[in-house]
Structures are given as C-alpha cells and as structure tokens.
C-alpha cells in the first residue's frame, strides 16, 4: 500500500496472559488479518530498555524544531524497537495499521508499557488470554522448559488474573484510551460457531469487523502451532494426578478468590475445574 494511503499508527495491541492459554494462536489468528501485525515474543527486561530508550528521545526532543519530526516517528520507532528485540522472526506487512506483540505475562508490565504506548498512541488494548488453572497447569508441565512447583505457578495464575483487573480498574491515563478484553481459550474450544467467537470476542474489542467469509478463512486455515503434541512431540495429560490433584485442592481457596474477582469483573465464566474425580493415581 502507497504511505499516502495508510491509515494512521493510532492503537498498539499486547497479547497478554498466562503462557499454554492460547497466545500464540490467537496472535496468529489475528495476524491473518490484513490489517493487523503482532510481533513475537520479547524478553521481560527489554522492555524497560524500550521504555529507557525511548524516554530519553522524549527528553532531548522535547522541543524545538526536532521534535515535531521526532513525535511523527515515534510511533513507528515503537513497532520498529518491539520487532527489533523480539525472539521471534519478523513479522513484515507494510499495509497493516494496527500493530503490537504478543507475550504472555506482559500484563506484569503495564506502567512501562504504557508510558512507551502513550505519547505516541491514541489508543492501547490489552487482549489477556487465559484458561481454567487445572488445563493451564497441565499444558505448562508438559513443557520441557517448565520448572515451576504447585504453588509458584498458583501465585503466578493468580497475579495474572489480577493484573488484568488492575489495566481494567486503573485510572484512565491522559490521552491514552487503554481497554482490556478476556480471551477464554476454554470458551473458544467449547464454542460451536468458531468463526463467529472469533470475530465477537477477538477482532471486535479491536473495532474490526470482518465478513463471515473472512473469518471462516481464518479460524480453519490458521495451525495451531503451539499445540502440545507439536510442540513436544506428544499429548499432555488430561487429567491431574493424584499429587498435583492435592496441592492444587490446597490452593483453592485463592483461586475461586481470584477467578470470581475476574469474571466479576469481565463478565467471563471462567472455572477451576477440580472435581475430585478428575484426580488419577500418579
């Protein structure tokens, strides 16, 4: 597309959330889309290098005649710096303009976020992805990479939950319109109109509406890549043994807590899923 017809860098988009809750594949689902272009993943501390980076442009353009040329390239040097650290290929399409990255937990960073975002974005959506703690927790173990015990991962699923509340309760910053919205991955394999739950809960917080026909092309031509059995190489577990089954149980008083706060508060009908008969010998 010709620059002179691109639609202006207005929204910058995070994909958030607990890892093994869909991420990946809601991010490639979204980059099926013409307009849109999230990036990979990015390592937690670069983003304080961004916002470090970034903040010092702020001071040493803060006027003059260089800091009108400055804040029309902000907004791209944005795109450029979140493409340029991320650990994952580049995702290139010159038409696209609405523009992000997907990372699970990055809800954690939402203040450094933000303050890249604001002076360049009119508007910033956070898409926070999640699933019940039982199937979240089995999809992680399942991960080679994976080291966490019962109650680091409970007081990780936790403070996600929390975190997203937090972008949803915070006070609306000046001249950034921040809003977040739930993606259920649980929600989405149960729904029996695929297509159409994409286009409600995915692309409409986004304000894009896509044709039936373009959303049928999207939900069955984009792979699940991440799937477990792609990924290692084998299925997961379905079910929790009768240890996890155990410290989980322990830990469910703090998790009702927290997944009756975020389904208060986005209207989701999230679950912990641990009935008693769900536990097999180990």
Known sequence: MPPSQ???LETFIVLCGMPRCGTRQFADFLNAHPRLCLQGEIRSGLVQTIRATLAA????YATGYAANYYRQKRA??????FTLLSKARRISK???DLHGFKC????RQSAAISAIVQPAFARLVWLHCI???ADCWLSLKAMPWFSDDMDQFVERYCDSLDQARAIADAPAAEGLDTRISPLDL???????DKPAWLGSQLFAPLGLAPSPEDLARIATTTDNRNATTRATGSARATVLNTADHAAMARHAPRLDQAIAAYNARFGTALALRLPVTEAVAA
């Open 76 to 81: 791209q040097g944005v795109i450029d710096l």
């Open 57 to 60: 442009g702020d001071r040493a």
């Open 6 to 8: 691109r639609l202006p």
């Open 94 to 96: 010159p038409g696209a």
């Open 104 to 107: 699970p937990q990055m809800e």
């Open 186 to 192: 649980d929600a989405f394999i149960a729904a029996a």
């Open 131 to 133: 699933r019940n703690p």
